[in-house]
């Protein structure tokens, strides 16, 4: 398996676009992550099906969060998208989240070649407020069943924050 982290690189974050790698296909309950030390996907844990994931999931290589992963991506498309798959795609925005008191921000994307929705959606507000609604309580709520309150949704970013973020993860990443 090829390591990600080597071959790709983030993208061409000043014209918003990046790089994304999938980890999870929406609909899944299975947490899978990129495991950057063997350069293999590993299935972390299995969650309850309440918590399958509202999107598809994934990360840009070449960064690295303030929680010392990959910056995750949620993916936004009309079918899940196989793990291991990437893809270039446009950034809309960030939603921005706290998981154990840790930054955890997620860049929104939409493949760029996406001839059915990708010049329809330009923006956070393109995707609706039901959509938003949906993913923040997703998120304020995946580890309820373990850790209650253990995840905050901080808010949404533009795609100007989303940028900046990712340009400070791919400094993170080449220290």
Request: glycine letters at 8%; a negative charge; one cysteine or more.
């Amino acid at each position: 398996m090829a390591d990600f982290n080597k071959v790709l690189t983030p993208g061409d974050i000043d014209n918003g676009l990046v790089n994304t790698v999938v980890e999870i296909p929406e609909g899944s309950i299975n947490k899978i992550e990129w495991d950057r030390e063997r350069a293999v996907f590993m299935l972390d844990r299995v969650e309850p099906a309440i918590f399958a994931k509202p999107c598809s999931y994934g990360f840009i290589p070449q960064t690295l969060d303030e929680d010392g992963d990959e910056l995750d991506t949620l993916i936004v498309c009309d079918e899940p998208l196989s793990t291991g798959v990437w893809l270039e795609a446009k950034v809309l925005g960030v939603l921005k989240f706290e998981d154990d008191g840790e930054m955890d921000d997620k860049i929104v994307v939409v493949p760029a070649d996406d001839r059915n929705t990708g010049d329809s959606i330009q923006t956070l507000d393109d995707l609706g407020k039901r959509w938003k609604e949906k993913i923040e309580f997703h998120f304020n709520h995946v580890k309820d069943l373990k850790k209650p309150g253990s995840t905050k949704v901080l808010g949404w970013g533009d795609t100007e924050e989303a940028k900046k973020i990712i340009g400070e993860c791919i400094a993170r990443y080449n220290k």
